[in-house]
């Protein structure tokens, strides 16, 4: 289960080159709650999901974070699935 739960989760190293967002989503912060989610702590995930000034949903998908990320992250594309998994 341990390694199923850390093949899912986003490899973001938290380094914050994808920003600054242009809708003020602190994306690193974001991938982080959302892998705290994935990795079992859905309440305190949630919790912490729900104090996020600027949530996954907020995402304009401009695509300017993924071509600023060494990571090679599709940024996008993560938004749209945690939005559709935390909200």
Not at 4 to 27: F, Y
Not at 50 to 66: H, I, K, V
Request: charged content about 30%.
């Amino acid at each position: 289960r341990y390694c199923e739960q850390m093949d899912s989760m986003i490899k973001c190293s938290g380094c914050g080159k994808c920003l600054p967002c242009p809708v003020k989503i602190r994306i690193p912060e974001v991938f982080r709650v959302y892998n705290q989610y994935l990795g079992g702590k859905e309440e305190e995930a949630e919790k912490a999901y729900g104090e996020l000034a600027y949530p996954a949903s907020e995402c304009l998908r401009c695509g300017r974070c993924e071509k600023l990320c060494p990571q090679h992250i599709g940024i996008s594309a993560m938004m749209l699935e945690i939005q559709e998994e935390m909200e």
